[in-house]
């Protein structure tokens, strides 16, 4: 049974550096059909695509956060990270890492982890 | 970037209907920008109801289906269940431009 599952602080400083980690369960990341993405929802809106990235090597970023964010991937821990640079307190989210199909859209979720931007 | 629309807020009735919308400012939504749906509840990981349109994934109640609609992709609930009570999403994909979520729906079952 697939299961994702983030990771990580749930109180970063303002101008550090977020990082999550996503462990992935009933799966491989190195599986050819599937990317793997990350989506967040701050308190009281909607849900903003963060980026995805393909074990083959190829990541997409949204280019609103493009040159903050960077995705990798550790098949040896079947794990895939997320990290968002110089933060400031729009980065308050609800962070979800999901599997993605092809590159149209997440098919299964993590249950979401909660990050606050705070001094 | 491109935005998607969609309705703020619905209501349906118990055991009625409802269609949620999701428009494109680029234009008439097709098959080809791949339509998703998802359900969000308070406390759980949300849930993909429908991809590319119109397929369900094995956990989709039936009642939920998929479709294109007045140049929108669209959402029909028939007999609506207190626990459809959710936000609503809807994402769209513009190839390399990337994916872009609808700004939500929230829909009241009462």
């Known amino acids: 049974q697939l299961h994702l599952q983030e990771s990580g602080p749930g109180l970063v400083k303002p101008s550090e550096t977020l990082s999550l980690t996503c462990t992935v369960s009933?799966?491989?990341?190195?599986?050819?059909?599937?990317?793997w993405g990350w989506i967040r929802q701050p308190p009281g809106k909607g849900l903003e695509w963060i980026g995805s990235i393909y074990y083959g090597g190829n990541t997409y970023y949204n280019p609103s956060l493009k040159g903050r964010i960077t995705i990798l991937a550790d098949a040896s821990k079947n794990q895939f990270s997320l990290k968002v640079t110089s933060v400031t307190a729009a980065d308050t989210a609800v962070y979800y890492c999901?599997?993605?199909?092809?590159?149209?859209?997440?098919?299964?979720w993590g249950q979401g982890t909660l990050v606050t931007v705070s001094s | 970037q491109a935005v998607v629309t969609q309705e703020p807020s619905l209501t349906v009735s118990p055991g009625g209907t409802v269609t949620l919308t999701c428009g494109s400012s680029t234009g008439t939504v097709t098959s080809g920008l791949y339509p998703y749906w998802f359900q969000l509840r308070p406390g759980q990981a949300p849930r993909t109801l429908i991809y590319d349109t119109s397929n369900k994934h094995s956990w989709t109640p039936a009642r939920f289906s998929g479709s294109l609609l007045g140049g929108k992709a669209a959402l029909t609930l028939s007999g609506a269940q207190p626990e459809d009570e959710a936000e609503y999403y809807c994402l769209l994909s513009y190839g390399a431009a990337g994916p872009v979520f609808g700004g939500g729906t929230k829909l009241t079952v009462l």
């Open positions: 009933g799966d491989s990341i190195t599986n050819h059909d599937y990317h």
């Open positions: 999901a599997r993605v199909l092809g590159p149209t859209g997440p098919d299964f």
